[in-house]
């Protein structure tokens, strides 16, 4: 099994960028797909989830309003677009699979700079 994460860069405050994660080796359309950051000397958080259809979504307090989740059932792939980005937005974003209640496959992550 591949996560793929890929998408990040740098950006100004206000800016925004569109994250992808292309899964392999499994039946993308059984998982559940989330997203989740770790910022510098911080812990790992959640960021958002898109349940297998794509038609339940859910996210963290902080990107409510900004970030937007999908999916592509069909690409295999996993999407986080993310619009007036705040420096605090600054992580390694990791998409993850879930397939039966805990996420069991990780991606390598993709890292997000935002500048003030």
């Known amino acids: 099994v591949q996560l793929q994460a890929f998408g990040g860069g740098l950006v100004q405050a206000g800016g925004s960028l569109r994250l992808s994660c292309a899964a392999s080796?499994?039946?993308?359309?059984?998982?559940?797909m989330g997203w989740f950051r770790q910022a510098p000397g911080k812990e790992r958080e959640f960021v958002a989830t898109?349940?297998?259809?794509?038609?339940?979504?859910s996210y963290a307090d902080s990107v409510k309003g900004r970030f937007t989740i999908s999916r592509d059932n069909v690409k295999n792939t996993v999407y986080l677009q993310m619009n007036s980005l705040k420096p605090d937005d600054t992580a390694v974003y990791y998409c993850?699979?879930?397939?039966?209640?805990?996420?069991?496959?990780w991606g390598q992550g993709t890292e997000v700079t935002v500048s003030s």
């Open positions: 993850a699979g879930n397939r039966a209640g805990s996420y069991e496959y």
């Open positions: 898109i349940n297998w259809s794509g038609r339940s979504t």
């Open positions: 080796g499994l039946t993308f359309s059984s998982y559940a």
